[in-house]
């Protein structure tokens, strides 16, 4: 199965800050990447696929970037309602498979 | 309004079966592939089987190939996952989700789905 790596595990930042998660597969997958939110006790959230394409509803502040197996995901001007985990996901090959998670805490 | 809901959760001893079900509403369940993703206690997601909108495709995770099987109940708006010779790593809250659109099979969740836990554990 591919192996998706993300980092860092976790990171502090305050609001109106911009940061940056990547994820790494272990294989090529084309822009068969996307990103999931997810808040303590809810269910995941596709925010972007297609390693950019921004999902219908969520902000602007929100984008994607990569192809082959290195993959970015940006938020700019950080919101209280951002502090998350944030998953990235292949979508290329089966079995799917996610990475470990970003947990963004308020610094 | 899309809904699935999540029901058939519960505590069983490990090698035991357990059934899942995902009740779907506000699409017409025949049209769109369905996934089933897992979360273990304060673990990330795992992505566990899909099933694809004609039955003809399924695929599963590694962790559990051979022991589960997903299926689906069109006329019934319902998808199932029938899990045999649980283990304790199997303990989880699990989730189901549709594809994004027809021919995009991006998971897309509910976002009032809680899922339905499943606790192995003699």
């Known amino acids: 199965a591919i192996q998706m790596t993300q980092s860092p595990s976790s990171l502090s930042a305050s609001v109106g800050d911009t940061v940056t998660i990547t994820c790494r597969a272990s294989?090529?997958?084309?822009?068969?990447l996307g990103w999931y939110q997810q808040r303590p006790g809810k269910a995941p959230k596709l925010l972007i696929f297609?390693?950019?394409y921004l999902q219908s509803g969520v902000p602007s502040r929100f984008s994607g970037s990569g192809s082959g197996t290195d993959f970015t995901l940006t938020i700019s001007s950080l919101q209280p309602e951002d502090f998350a985990t944030y998953y990235c996901l292949q979508n290329y090959y089966y079995p799917r498979t996610f990475g470990q998670g970003t947990k963004v805490e308020i610094k | 309004q899309v809904q699935m809901v999540e029901s058939g959760g519960g505590v069983v001893q490990p090698g035991r079966s357990l059934r899942l079900s995902c009740a779907a509403s506000?699409?017409?369940?025949?049209?769109?592939?369905m996934h089933w993703v897992r979360q273990a206690p304060g673990k990330g997601l795992e992505w566990v089987a899909f099933i694809s909108f004609d039955e003809k495709r399924t695929y599963y995770a590694d962790s559990v190939k051979g022991r589960f099987i997903i299926s689906r109940d069109n006329s019934k708006n319902t998808l199932f996952l029938q899990m045999s010779s649980l283990r304790p790593e199997d303990t989880a809250i699990y989730f189901c989700a549709k594809d994004l659109s027809f021919g995009s099979d991006w998971p897309r969740f509910d976002p009032r789905g809680q899922g339905t836990l499943v606790t192995v554990s003699s």
């Open positions: 294989r090529d997958i084309k822009n068969d």
């Open positions: 506000g699409f017409t369940l025949s049209s769109y592939g």
């Open positions: 297609g390693s950019s």
